[in-house]
């Protein structure tokens, strides 16, 4: 089927070529840093995981949310996703890509990553953490190329995908359980100590996560000759409304439980992130950028006129995008960092080379997915004409 | 078959994955979790206990000046590489800091002036429930059998899982070649290189062969050292004799790092 990801135009070919160019760039950054260490970041004593690791922990949102589609695909008999299924499942592999990738980049000695699986440690959540997103990688790649294929021939997929896809839906949900699980089993980091963060995450995924998937159909919609169909796109509003709806109702959980039981270690990470501490608050504009964000998102979204709206809703779309980004990417790292164990705040910023090897990742995401969607974009266009 | 090539790679890439998981599936196999999976052999001079444990006596600790020989017999002997000037790649192995860095959980607007300021030793706990051991996925960081919770810097992939893990800021990571900042390397104690967590080990080297950790010989009896299961130890004797605290305690990691105030 890959055949159909070497026909392309010129707008195409070159898109392809500023992608390879970005991801170049990147990994000769990497290069860099893998020689000099990963003192050329950001990242500190105090704040040992940054801008790697909270774009792991986005993209893996982005991965499970896939599953806002699949699920009901498969399991509620919904038609009309059949359309926009594969669309859901190749995102979740780039996603899934690109989350493996930010791990490899963020250790300081890559090259033992091995021991991983060396020295297997079933005590360890990050030993759990390995198998589920490998295992999500291999489900999606195995079920969503079946079913292309199995459309592109015009038949029904084969039987055995059947229980690989009912165990798929599941496994979305403990993608992000896990990586939750990273956070919140640590004792002494209050901030992600909570019983509601892996809810939250999953909330904040399968808001993030469908409303890319929108941004995308709405893209191929205009620039290719197959729509993803307008009812497929309502529908996948709604979801992504209720979930960042849910998303702030977690959060404002959240609030509530520190300020109101006001016990300062709850209370401290909070306060710096929307309020500043001890004179530092380089958080403070983004993470209300993010609340505005999120509660302009969740007005566009509830009402179903502004809804039905493509362009309205694309917009809608970026600000859930942008405000999960910021909540669960910088805002989940920083907070839960700082002020560190000894109540002593160390700001963080990503340096100029961190965010490089971070756009890097993305293009190669970026990449992957343009050949995964012009395939799948291509299959369709067949059976349509057929 | 028409597609046999296709079909012969698809076979090779699933095998290929089931040679990967082999190694994992033994982990659930094998009954116990803990330990690096490799001997640690004895010599005839170690001394030997169930639990290592520390009492700081920060009576005895009034100034800075007094914290300074300890620290520097600490990083002397280990390679600790005291020439960072980057306060966010610092490397600490024992430090001082303000009470109210110490306990944060202690901490009131009134406390004692004396107290309050008086320099404090901090230091790994070599917790008895370690949650940095708990996080590492490959076993670099584990519990010895004498209850000090070691580092295989040969084995640690720096994931920095343990840092986020130990709520006492006891773990350093390298994030550059410590080496050129070594100011006098110690040939009978390995340097470390970039990209791997290191942080207080108690001087396991030194107890192999019979010795007492440097921080507690360059102390002038301020810090005893001994077996916290042994009711005899001197730690244990000071501990009935004198009111002490501990870091975090209600976080259950139970330290072994004791202070008297």
């Not at chain 1, 038949?155 to 979305?172: D, E, M, R």
């Not at chain 2, 059998?145 to 580092?151: C, F």
Request: proline share 5%.
């Amino acid at each position: 089927m890959l055949e159909l990801a070497v026909k392309g135009n010129k707008w195409y070919w070159g898109w392809l070529v500023v992608l390879l160019g970005v991801i170049g760039a990147g990994f000769g950054l990497y290069l860099m840093q893998l020689k000099l260490g990963l003192g050329i970041t950001g990242m500190s004593r105090d704040v040992s995981w940054g801008f790697y690791i909270a774009n792991f922990t986005y993209l893996v949102g982005v991965a499970a949310g896939g599953v806002m589609v699949v699920l009901p695909y498969y399991l509620h008999d919904y038609k009309a996703y059949g359309k926009i299924t594969i669309l859901g499942e190749f995102l979740a592999i780039a996603a899934i890509v690109m989350c493996l990738l930010f791990i490899l980049v963020d250790l300081g000695q890559p090259m033992r990553a091995f021991n991983v699986l060396i020295y297997p440690t079933p005590n360890s959540v990050l030993f759990y953490d390995a198998i589920v997103l490998n295992g999500y990688l291999f489900l999606n790649l195995v079920i969503g190329w079946n079913v292309l294929e199995a459309e592109r021939n015009g038949v029904h997929y084969q039987g055995w995908l059947k229980p690989l896809i009912y165990i798929s839906i599941p496994w979305a949900v403990s993608i992000h359980t896990v990586t939750a699980y990273l956070y919140c089993g640590l004792p002494g980091r209050h901030f992600w100590l909570t019983a509601i963060l892996a809810p939250r995450f999953l909330a904040s995924a399968f808001a993030a996560g469908p409303a890319l998937l929108i941004l995308l159909c709405l893209f191929i919609r205009r620039f290719t000759n197959f729509d993803p169909g307008k009812e497929q796109i309502q529908a996948l509003a709604k979801t992504v409304a209720y979930a960042i709806c849910l998303n702030v109702f977690f959060f404002l959980c959240e609030v509530f439980v520190a300020f109101y039981s006001n016990i300062p270690g709850h209370t401290t990470h909070l306060k710096y992130l929307f309020a500043g501490l001890h004179g530092h608050g380089a958080l403070v504009p983004w993470m209300w950028a993010a609340m505005i964000m999120g509660f302009t998102a969740i007005v566009m979204l509830l009402v179903p006129r502004w809804r039905a709206r493509h362009g309205l809703l694309g917009i809608a779309c970026v600000l859930v995008f942008g405000c999960t980004w910021i909540d669960k990417g910088l805002g989940m790292m920083a907070g839960g960092f700082i002020p560190n164990p000894l109540h002593e705040v160390t700001e963080y910023a990503p340096t100029g080379i961190e965010i490089m090897i971070t756009i890097g990742i993305y293009a190669l995401g970026a990449f992957l997915l343009t050949v995964f969607y012009k395939t799948a974009v291509g299959v369709k266009l067949e059976v349509e004409t057929e | 078959m028409k597609n046999s090539r296709r079909r012969f790679l698809q076979i090779a890439g699933v095998s290929a994955l089931g040679l990967g998981a082999k190694p994992v599936l033994d982990a659930f196999a094998s009954e116990s979790a803990h330990g690096p999976g490799y001997h640690l052999a004895k010599g005839e001079d170690a001394m030997d206990a169930r639990q290592w444990a520390m009492v700081i006596d920060t009576r005895k600790l009034q100034t800075a000046e007094d914290l300074e020989p300890i620290i520097e017999a600490c990083n002397k002997i280990h390679n600790v590489p005291t020439g960072i000037k980057n306060k966010n790649h610092e490397i600490k192995w024992i430090w001082e800091a303000h009470y109210h860095n110490a306990f944060t959980d202690k901490a009131g607007q009134f406390t004692s002036e004396e107290v309050e300021h008086r320099p404090f030793l901090l230091l790994c706990n070599h917790c008895e429930n370690p949650p940095c051991v708990r996080a590492c996925p490959t076993k670099a960081t584990f519990k010895n059998d004498n209850g000090i919770v070691m580092m295989d810097f040969h084995r640690c992939i720096g994931c920095r899982f343990c840092m986020a893990a130990c709520p006492f800021g006891a773990r350093s990571f390298n994030f550059r070649d410590p080496r050129p900042f070594i100011e006098e390397e110690n040939k009978a104690f390995p340097t470390r290189m970039k990209g791997v967590v290191e942080k207080c080990n108690f001087c396991a080297e030194r107890l192999a062969v019979g010795k007492m950790p440097a921080c507690v010989e360059a102390s002038n009896g301020a810090i005893a050292f001994g077996d916290l299961y042994d009711e005899h130890s001197e730690v244990r004797e000071l501990l009935k004799e004198n009111y002490t605290i501990r870091r975090k305690q209600t976080l259950g990691t139970e330290p072994s790092v004791y202070y008297i105030v």
